[in-house]
């Protein structure tokens, strides 16, 4: 004789205690670093910044620009010693961004030239 027995009930798949605790802590994990990545609202009042340097708000043009001037300068300065040192392609490489520093050299200094007029 059979005997009539309900089915069990439906499951996806028999996920032990072990196994629940890691998709746990990996969906804890990644909601974590998704909400890392979210944009935090900045509050106006804040000086609090996320970053080591900050720039004074009360610095004029002029002084930012000559400051931007000089580190170019110092760029171009540390890129040269080594473009000079290296052969073949690394040498075009370093050319290359020998060449970007100088044209944005030429760049602040022509801003600073422009803020210096007025």
Do not use: W
């Amino acid at each position: 004789m059979v005997k009539i027995t309900p089915n069990p009930p439906v499951t996806d798949e028999h996920v032990s205690r072990a196994q629940s605790a890691r998709n746990k802590k990996i969906d804890d994990a990644a909601t974590r670093a998704l909400d890392y990545l979210k944009p935090k609202p900045k509050d106006e009042k804040s000086d609090k910044t996320d970053s080591i340097f900050r720039i004074d708000p009360n610095v004029d043009s002029k002084c930012l620009l000559a400051n931007l001037s000089e580190n170019l300068a110092s760029a171009n300065a540390m890129i040269s010693d080594l473009a000079f040192d290296l052969d073949g392609s690394r040498r075009r490489v370093a050319m290359g961004i020998l060449q970007v520093i100088e044209v944005s050299e030429l760049l602040a200094n022509r801003a600073l030239d422009i803020v210096e007029i007025r």
